[in-house]
């Protein structure tokens, strides 16, 4: 079965400090794997988006690695701001006619 | 302003009621998508239209019917309200299948 799995489900940090947010996936065939920050209230917002030969992609203090051999997917933010304070939610294209699989997401929390 | 754009954003009404929620895009996108978030923020998809032809229906009860008048609307209309359909639905659009998808606002739906 196609599957994300995401972790943590929710993390607290203080503002300025990094995080690293985790992302597994058993979807098979791979196309690609996309990261999107959903505000509260908001539609989800696309970060980065990483094809199978990519092993790293940022974006502003975002960036997201790929092991496509061991099916693992990360995202670090660095000196985080209040503003971060989101749901990240982990996308995987499988290839050919097939919609998207997402992950439940990590809520992250940056506290003053 | 070049986006997805959701009416309403708000709608709450009682069971067994019909009800419509409305999607315009202006990106130029020829590919359109009704998303369903619930309480526990998991994205499922519902449905995918490319240039105005179904080519995703996930495993919908046909109480919900998108209807697609042009390749910028894609309208999502559904009978017979039930207090399971209360949910967060979200509208996307992409350039093509595979391609980046830009989400709407959402339009919170609470059935009494």
């Known amino acids: 079965k196609n599957q994300v799995e995401q972790s943590p489900q929710s993390l607290i940090i203080l503002e300025g400090k990094n995080c690293t947010l985790q992302c597994n996936y058993t979807v098979s065939p791979f196309s690609n794997l996309r990261w999107y920050k959903q505000d509260t209230g908001r539609g989800p917002v696309s970060l980065t988006i990483m094809t199978f030969s990519e092993n790293t992609k940022s974006n502003g203090r975002y960036t997201a690695t790929l092991d496509a051999d061991t099916k693992q997917s990360s995202l670090h933010i660095t000196a985080s701001q209040l503003s971060d304070s989101a749901s990240y939610i982990c996308v995987v294209r499988l290839s050919g006619n097939t919609p998207l699989v997402f992950g439940k997401g990590t809520r992250l929390s940056v506290i003053a | 302003d070049t986006a997805v754009s959701q009416t309403p954003k708000y709608l709450v009404t009682q069971m067994g009621n019909d009800k419509s929620i409305k999607c315009e895009q202006n990106l130029g996108h020829d590919t359109m998508y009704w998303y369903k978030q619930d309480s526990k923020k998991f994205l499922k998809i519902m449905f995918s239209?490319?240039?105005?032809?179904?080519?995703i229906n996930e495993t919908v009860p046909n109480r919900f019917s998108p209807k697609s008048p042009d390749k910028a609307h894609l309208n999502l209309h559904i009978n017979s309200l039930e207090l399971g359909d209360s949910a967060v639905y979200f509208c996307a659009s992409s350039r093509g299948r595979g391609y980046e998808q830009y989400f709407g606002p959402g339009t919170r739906l609470t059935v009494t």
């Open positions: 239209y490319n240039n105005k032809e179904l080519i």
